[in-house]
């Protein structure tokens, strides 16, 4: 045993309030432990529940959610047709571009086809898109030969 030979407070409660060890172990010794609980039996109910569909459909929040994500799937199929038929307008408009400009304009036509690429090396879409881009250049840098292509689209229909 250890004497000291000055005074250390640990804290404001003296010791002989503080409960001893005994008394620690024996509040706690009612508590089962998972490490000695293996001789414990679970009861014959333990999951026998049953969930049936009904049971499920028949909350009001699984309901809503439910309904949400119908709702959700629909707008998305709606939302991917129109981006679909979007693509497919686009694409006609180019395709009826490069046949005018084949046609019309094909001095011009030849030296965007020289400044872009050779189309034989591309696919369709890489050359849709590049007439698309150039479409947009032509809208920019000169609208009123844009405007021209565009009427003479329209006489061709």
Known sequence: MYTYKHRHRVGTTP????????QLFDAVNHMPS?????????????????????????????????????????????????????????EKVAIDFDRVMKLKYPKKWEKFMVEEGDETVMDEGDRIQMIVEQMEKYREEEPEFMERVMRDIDRMQ
Do not use: C, H, R
Request: charged share 15%; proline share 5%.
């Open 15 to 22: 010791l002989s309030m503080l409960p001893s060890q005994s």
């Open 34 to 90: 998972l490490l000695t609980s293996y001789d414990e039996t679970l009861p014959e109910e333990a999951f026998q529940d049953q969930v049936s569909l009904a049971d499920v459909t028949s909350d009001p929040v699984m309901q809503a959610s439910f309904a949400a994500a119908a709702v959700a799937i629909i707008i998305l199929f709606v939302l991917k047709s129109v981006v679909t038929k979007m693509d497919e307008a686009v």
